[in-house]
């Protein structure tokens, strides 16, 4: 049976519901004409009332591209695709990367559900939320098959991610937990990936998946680079990653962060490994250093009341020391205009109430530059 996917719901039930021509003629004919029309009826009903991720599975439904950046954002703190790609040849085959003895079929690892795991001796043993079969929950809900974003999808086997996603090695479970919990009620927003991936895991699995990030050691995976004139980017479709444009050259920072990786294959292949590159404009480390441990004068609160030593997180409050410059800084913006709530965000509300975006900057890019532990 062919298949076609409409462009809504409204245009399925009107095909379901129109009213079909049976010509005159045989009997028999007629009948067989009028047992395949209510066949083909009975089906395209069928499908304008399923679930839309019934229909197109849970990969796209998670994985979708926003067509525009959410909360309010800078565009600079959110990837999005730039309309004109470079010409780049697809990974296909065996992959491999330096210092793992594993291998992996590019197109099987290509997608959110079935992360590779190159380095299986460097964490303990990873519960399936983790690596792409959910875990059967309680009596209400027993999810079987293949998660619909596997965790070591985006955040990598080894929890640091990339810089579209949070680092979460060696956060706290509690804190890690009430986090899932906010995105589950809304009062932490991400329509896109995190809110719908809550509703659906169980509290058994995100509890797993706590203990699991939070026994791994981060490890430095960013590189914090002051500079005027940083590398021409591009937004790739592949991951939404920024990368390098082939012909080269620089251009002007202005406000903003701009984060690269080491190495694109690498990346993409999900190699914990390899790291990033941000960079920021000049004078930023220094500009971010006297905030984060002064509050200069008033403008915020000291970063280390709460966050501990060297930021390297104090009880339940998590480390901030060497995470992803951009996701600091989307975080200080959520938190900033209120779709980052909960009683975590309070506390930080009149932290971060007076700060400019290029204070945000500065504090993201000396928090970066420090050792995650």
Known sequence: MRLTLYSSRRELFRLATREYPFPRGRVGGNLNLMSNCLRQRFWVLLLALLPITTILGPRQVFGQTPLTVPNGLPAWTFNIPDK?????????????????????????????????????????AAPRIVTGAVASSDA?????????MACGSCHLMSGQGHSESADVAGLPVEYFVRQMQYFKSGARKDDVRMGPIAKVVSDEDVRKAAEYFAA???KPFVKVI??????????????????LVPEGGTEPMGHRIVEVAEDVFRMNVRDPHTGFTAYVPPGSVARGKALVESGSAGKTIACAICHGDGLKGLGEVPRIAGMQPVYIARQLICMQNGTSAGLAAALMKKVVADLSEDDIIAISAYVGSLAPR
């Open 226 to 243: 002051e500079t005027a004139t940083p590398p021409r980017t591009y937004i790739a479709t592949a991951g939404r990653h920024r990368v």
């Open 140 to 148: 209400s809900r027993h999810y079987t098959g293949v998660a619909p």
């Open 216 to 218: 791994i050691q981060p």
């Open 84 to 124: 004109v790609q470079p010409p780049t040849a697809p990974v296909t085959g065996l992959v491999h990367v330096p210092g793992s003895a594993k291998e992996y079929d590019a197109e099987k690892i290509a997608g959110n559900a079935n992360p590779p795991d190159w380095f299986p001796d460097e964490h303990p």
